[in-house]
């Protein structure tokens, strides 16, 4: 079993930044990849960015050139910085691990990020 906790949303207006943090807890293989997924209201979740233990990244192109996802390995963190943020990146970001060798996935609480005009 893998716990994941979230911190860092809030409120910002548009043209801001905020830097999610997920802190990964439990069994915790060294084979895995990190990401963060986000839910708008009335809208499905969506990919936003992942990376694996690699350091190999990935974002959705909603975001690409503004936001940096990264991770270190030694605290089992997970970091999401968010720059040039605008009303349409508003929602709850998950974080999201996966473990490669039981192919199991893992989800945190979710933190809210609300960006105002």
């Known amino acids: 079993q893998v716990q994941l906790v979230e911190s860092g949303g809030g409120l910002v207006q548009a043209g801001g930044s905020l830097r999610l943090s997920c802190a990964a807890s439990?069994?915790?293989?060294?084979?895995?990849?990190m990401g963060w997924y986000r839910q708008a209201p009335g809208k499905q979740r969506e990919f936003v960015a992942v990376?694996?233990?690699?350091?190999?990244?990935n974002y959705a192109d909603s975001v690409k050139g503004r936001f940096t996802i990264s991770r270190d390995n030694a605290k089992n963190m997970a970091y999401l910085q968010m720059n040039s943020l605008k009303p349409e990146d508003t929602a709850v970001y998950y974080c999201?691990?996966?473990?490669?060798?039981?192919?199991?996935?893992?989800w945190g609480q979710g933190t809210q990020v609300t960006v105002s005009s």
């Open positions: 990376i694996n233990n690699g350091s190999g990244t």
């Open positions: 439990g069994t915790i293989f060294s084979t895995n990849v």
């Open positions: 999201y691990f996966r473990d490669l060798v039981s192919l199991t996935n893992y």
